[in-house]
């Protein structure tokens, strides 16, 4: 078997339906050359009710946590389920576009010795698919949307060359943009540190929310990587409950993976160039963090660490006019 698609999920039944059905409509595709791996942080809801219609169709494979995990566990969990030779990770909100499974497979077939793969995305506001009978069907997709990288064609490159906002803003913290080799990925999950990945409440340490980022250190530094520019799946905007914390994630969370990433060898000159893009939005986050008190994250934020050493950055002062330029932009209809 060839890819495992790995979707933790958590009391999002429909969207865990629209997203399983866009994996049931893929067309020209082998059955026997990828599984769907669903692991159930304890949702409230009968998960195994959505999913048994399709387990006559596809091999899915089904598991239910006894208690809730937390996020890191939970998608540690569904990856250890996986039996096929590539991981990819898919979130129970996202949806595959029309051919992507087969067109995925076909590069990890024609790329024998790549390692990791960066699967480009689009982006949609989840209130489209409203406008449709449900399950929803990707073949009413809209023709353009926007896409998470700007990249528009494809190519080999190193992993590190994969850390840089002109390919992706977050530098894989989204986990779904991501395939990887599972043995590597296995081999290496002795760098997690679970007790931290176990912590209570939502983006709380960096280990559970970034804790795929070490084992992708660990595994995949040294080896060559895959950019995909086709987006191959659709990120709906407006489903994640942690919504508020979104300024957090990006401003504190970020630059902590760019520090990590630095640890275990990115070059010094990459390193300042995408950490200083990562302040483009420096001071108005944290002043909306501040305003916004323990909603929006603020008890985990550490001064020193993620506030005062990072104004050494141009874009941090910069953030400001940033700020301002944008608003005027929007008020004049620049």
């Not at 906002?165 to 296995?186: E, P, Q, S």
């Amino acid at each position: 078997m060839l890819l495992s698609i790995c979707i933790p999920t958590y009391n999002r039944p429909e969207d865990l339906k629209n997203c399983i059905n866009s994996i049931y409509k893929q067309k020209g595709v082998d059955k026997k050359k990828f599984e769907i791996c669903i692991s159930d942080n304890c949702s409230k809801f009968n998960i195994l009710k959505i999913i048994s219609p399709y387990k006559k169709k596809i091999n899915i494979r089904y598991s239910r946590n006894k208690k809730n995990l937390g996020f890191a566990m939970n998608v540690l969990n569904v990856s250890l389920m996986a039996k096929a030779k590539f991981i990819w990770f898919l979130g129970d909100d996202d949806l595959l576009t029309n051919n992507s499974l087969s067109y995925l497979l076909g590069l990890i077939k024609d790329n024998k010795k790549i390692d990791f793969f960066f699967i480009n995305s689009n982006h949609l506001d989840k209130s489209y698919l409203e406008k449709f009978p449900k399950p929803f069907d990707i073949k009413n997709l809209p023709r353009k949307m926007k896409t998470l990288s700007p990249v528009k064609n494809n190519r080999k490159v190193k992993f590190f060359q994969l850390i840089d906002h002109r390919v992706c803003f977050d530098y894989l913290l989204g986990f779904y943009v991501n395939a990887f080799r599972t043995d590597l990925w296995r081999k290496n999950l002795h760098v997690l540190d679970k007790k931290k990945m176990k912590t209570p409440g939502t983006w709380s340490t960096f280990d559970n929310t970034c804790f795929f980022i070490k084992v992708f250190c660990a595994a995949f530094k040294d080896s060559q990587a895959f950019l995909c520019a086709k987006p191959l799946s659709v990120n709906l905007g407006g489903v994640r409950e942690w919504g508020k914390l979104y300024p957090f994630v990006e401003i504190v969370r970020l630059p902590e993976a760019l520090d990590y990433y630095r640890s275990k060898g990115l070059k010094f000159s990459q390193y300042i160039y995408t950490k200083n893009y990562s302040m483009r939005n420096f001071f108005n986050y944290f002043f909306k963090i501040f305003i916004g008190g323990e909603e929006m994250g603020l008890q985990y934020v550490n001064l020193r660490k993620h506030f005062f050493r990072n104004l050494i950055y141009p874009n941090a002062w910069f953030s400001i006019f940033y700020f301002f330029s944008r608003k005027l932009k929007k008020q004049f209809n620049f």
